[in-house]
């Protein structure tokens, strides 16, 4: 996008007058927010609902993604501590979750729906955690993090009621964002990150990269920690726990400081197809439950039963090989690479997102030079991120009892997901990350 009228003097004047745009007040948009404004670059906030909300319950984060919010600002990070949940189970060291069976063993004499099948845990890279202050991944209630968000956001930066329809270039070489009330705004450049459906995404990537449904959904349930208790006791309760199946899992976690706990039921190929081509959620009852998980472990579908959230959410991912920038617009999170959740990475990867776009751009001087940000930051980005879903497909098949080679084998199951979370996820160097994207600007 170089106009005409985009000289040198224009670029100062476009630098000094207008914004970066965030498209979409989101977990990711707020988190590059916080950044660019802890480097003193003037953005503004477009959201296309009447305030900030987030939908769901707990979100995952690895030492990867808590690494990332004291990077962005290490004010975010000492709000995320403030809230997270973090598992309270002692004896397994440097843990991360049991593995239980969720259904009966398959086999004669094997064991029983709730009896243990192995651990998850980190031991060689143990001292990295320790490094941050974690133990290895800690959870948080979504509506918390946004509040410590929304909390760094100056008053005024934000235009609620904003959706976002398109993006033309003017001759001085800025950025006119369209509204649907009709609005416009001008912007140097322009950031999506507006979710799984992006509109930015098709100015971007062109029309035909979509989310595709995976054939997956999840049923979630928000159950006060002293119920789960005597129901469960207070070791399955206080600590992260997948229920594998077969063709299905249960994830529970503590969350709201161990006050609640999450529970998560993910059938892994539903039968039915999903019943909206235009919303992401539907309506859930306590017969969902029952048809994929009637035969599993039958205290946590109770409790489930008794305490599940109004709605089901169909499960997409955004496969795809086309870049996350173009001239001056870029991708961050789910509108350039929205994931299964099987590995809990997604959040944590718009978390990285936001840490190393924030960076780059501080980095550049004119927005002349703010489409070669955007490149280098898709050219770290991408190959990690996309990779999450992959992994993410694998982690689900195999707590489901799928994966080819690995089965109903416990010990199998168990280095499989070690080498999805340790090995590679969770020990990602940003900062080196960062500074090897810098050489390319």
Not at 57 to 71: E, I, K, Q, T, Y
């Given at each position: 996008?170089?106009?005409?009228?985009?000289?040198?003097?224009?670029?100062?004047?476009?630098?000094?007058?207008?914004?970066?745009?965030?498209?979409?007040?989101?977990?990711?948009?707020?988190?590059?927010?916080?950044?660019?404004?802890?480097?003193?670059?003037?953005?503004?906030?477009?959201?296309?609902?009447?305030?900030?909300?987030?939908?769901?319950?707990?979100?995952?984060?690895?030492?990867?993604?808590?690494?990332?919010?004291?990077?962005?600002?290490?004010?975010?990070?000492?709000?995320?501590?403030?809230?997270?949940?973090?598992?309270?189970?002692?004896?397994?060291?440097?843990?991360?979750?049991?593995?239980?069976?969720?259904t009966d063993e398959r086999r004669e004499g094997g064991k029983r729906a709730g009896?243990?099948?192995?651990?998850?845990?980190?031991?060689?890279?143990?001292?990295?955690?320790?490094?941050?202050?974690?133990?290895?991944?800690?959870?948080?209630?979504?509506?918390?993090?946004?509040?410590?968000?929304?909390?760094?956001?100056?008053?005024?930066?934000?235009?609620?009621?904003?959706?976002?329809?398109?993006?033309?270039?003017?001759?001085?070489?800025?950025?006119?964002?369209?509204?649907?009330?009709?609005?416009?705004?001008?912007?140097?450049?322009?950031?999506?990150?507006?979710?799984?459906?992006?509109?930015?995404?098709?100015?971007?990537?062109?029309?035909?990269?979509?989310?595709?449904?995976?054939?997956?959904?999840?049923?979630?349930?928000?159950?006060?920690?002293?119920?789960?208790?005597?129901?469960?006791?207070?070791?399955?309760?206080?600590?992260?726990?997948?229920?594998?199946?077969?063709?299905?899992?249960?994830?529970?976690?503590?969350?709201?400081?161990?006050?609640?706990?999450?529970?998560?039921?993910?059938?892994?190929?539903?039968?039915?197809?999903?019943?909206?081509?235009?919303?992401?959620?539907?309506?859930?009852?306590?017969?969902?439950?029952?048809?994929?998980?009637?035969?599993?472990?039958?205290?946590?579908?109770?409790?489930?039963?008794?305490?599940?959230?109004?709605?089901?959410?169909?499960?997409?991912?955004?496969?795809?090989?086309?870049?996350?920038?173009?001239?001056?617009?870029?991708?961050?999170?789910?509108?350039?690479?929205?994931?299964?959740?099987?590995?809990?990475?997604?959040?944590?990867?718009?978390?990285?997102?936001?840490?190393?776009?924030?960076?780059?751009?501080?980095?550049?001087?004119?927005?002349?030079?703010?489409?070669?940000?955007?490149?280098?930051?898709?050219?770290?980005?991408?190959?990690?991120?996309?990779?999450?879903?992959?992994?993410?497909?694998?982690?689900?098949?195999?707590?489901?009892?799928?994966?080819?080679?690995?089965?109903?084998?416990?010990?199998?199951?168990?280095?499989?997901?070690?080498?999805?979370?340790?090995?590679?996820?969770?020990?990602?160097?940003?900062?080196?990350?960062?500074?090897?994207?810098?050489?390319?600007?």
């Open positions: 996008m170089n106009g005409p009228g985009n000289t040198d003097a224009t670029r100062r004047y476009v630098d000094e007058n207008y914004p970066i745009a965030i498209v979409g007040g989101g977990l990711g948009g707020l988190a590059l927010a916080v950044g660019l404004i802890k480097h003193g670059i003037k953005t503004h906030i477009y959201e296309a609902a009447p305030k900030f909300s987030e939908l769901g319950a707990g979100v995952s984060f690895g030492p990867n993604a808590v690494r990332a919010l004291g990077l962005i600002d290490e004010k975010l990070l000492q709000g995320y501590k403030k809230h997270a949940t973090f598992d309270q189970d002692q004896i397994h060291g440097e843990g991360f979750a049991a593995l239980r069976w969720g009896d243990f099948m192995a651990f998850v845990e980190d031991t060689q890279y143990a001292h990295v955690t320790k490094s941050i202050g974690v133990k290895t991944r800690s959870c948080i209630h979504r509506a918390r993090l946004l509040e410590v968000l929304v909390s760094m956001i100056p008053e005024g930066t934000t235009s609620f009621n904003k959706q976002f329809e398109k993006v033309e270039e003017n001759p001085d070489g800025t950025l006119e964002l369209h509204f649907s009330d009709g609005s416009t705004s001008t912007a140097r450049s322009v950031v999506g990150c507006d979710g799984i459906r992006s509109k930015v995404r098709r100015f971007v990537c062109g029309p035909n990269i979509e989310a595709k449904y995976q054939n997956e959904y999840a049923l979630r349930a928000v159950v006060p920690k002293s119920e789960a208790e005597s129901v469960l006791g207070p070791e399955l309760t206080n600590n992260g726990q997948f229920y594998c199946g077969y063709n299905g899992y249960i994830l529970t976690y503590p969350i709201d400081r161990g006050e609640f706990i999450n529970m998560v039921a993910l059938p892994k190929i539903v039968d039915e197809a999903w019943p909206s081509s235009t919303e992401w959620t539907v309506p859930a009852t306590k017969d969902d439950f029952t048809r994929y998980f009637g035969n599993y472990y039958s205290p946590i579908i109770g409790l489930m039963q008794k305490h599940h959230l109004p709605q089901k959410w169909a499960l997409f991912d955004l496969e795809h090989t086309k870049s996350y920038a173009k001239d001056r617009m870029c991708l961050l999170g789910d509108s350039a690479h929205a994931t299964l959740p099987h590995v809990g990475g997604g959040a944590g990867m718009a978390m990285e997102d936001a840490y190393v776009l924030s960076s780059l751009i501080a980095q550049v001087q004119d927005s002349g030079n703010i489409e070669r940000a955007f490149q280098a930051y898709d050219t770290v980005r991408r190959p990690r991120t996309q990779k999450l879903i992959q992994k993410s497909r694998g982690s689900g098949a195999t707590l489901s009892l799928m994966m080819e080679g690995v089965g109903d084998d416990a010990i199998l199951l168990k280095k499989r997901l070690e080498e999805s979370y340790f090995h590679w996820l969770w020990y990602e160097d940003l900062e080196k990350q960062l500074e090897y994207a810098k050489t390319l600007v």
